[in-house]
């Protein structure tokens, strides 16, 4: 019986990561997450440019507007940060065409749109930062700036860059 208990956690152990983890559109489905239509850029420049393995985000904007310290909460930015990455996984899912080639997030730069006294920057991206690792487990964990902003384009509340490596073609 002894030999049976062993060998049954060593094949547990040693079974692939990949068979215990699912994919991201799984994972985005698991959430009740459904990805919006990727909207056309307000000006001349583009959603994305690939360079080698590479994946450059332009900068992604929330839905909210308003002033983190004056028109919302740190729970409201944080929930305008978690909104704006869903629409970054949605740019992801057209540049990539599968979120699955998705090797890793690199980088990723948060910018708050706040008072120049509002110094929880790092908590308001903690919602992109939070729905990424949800969705992409470790591969969603990144470098990051959080940076405070006397105003974003359109009173916007947030705004987020991203950099992605690739899986190998």
Known sequence: MKNYTLFAILLLVSLPKAFSQHSPEERL????????EVKQPVANFVKWR??????????????????LGKDLTV???????????IKILSTLKAATGDLGRIKQFVKVHGMVNS???????????NGFSDLMVEVFG???????AAVGHATLPFNIAVEIEVIVELEED
């Open 29 to 36: 489905q698991e959430l009740n997450i459904n990805l919006p």
């Open 50 to 67: 690939q360079v080698g393995n590479l994946l450059f985000l332009s900068g992604e904007g929330s839905e909210e507007k308003g002033t």
């Open 75 to 85: 729970k409201e930015g944080y929930n305008a940060a978690r909104g704006t990455g």
């Open 115 to 125: 008072l120049p006294d509002f110094y929880e920057q790092p908590q308001v991206i």
């Open 138 to 144: 470790d591969k969603g964990k990144h470098a990051r």
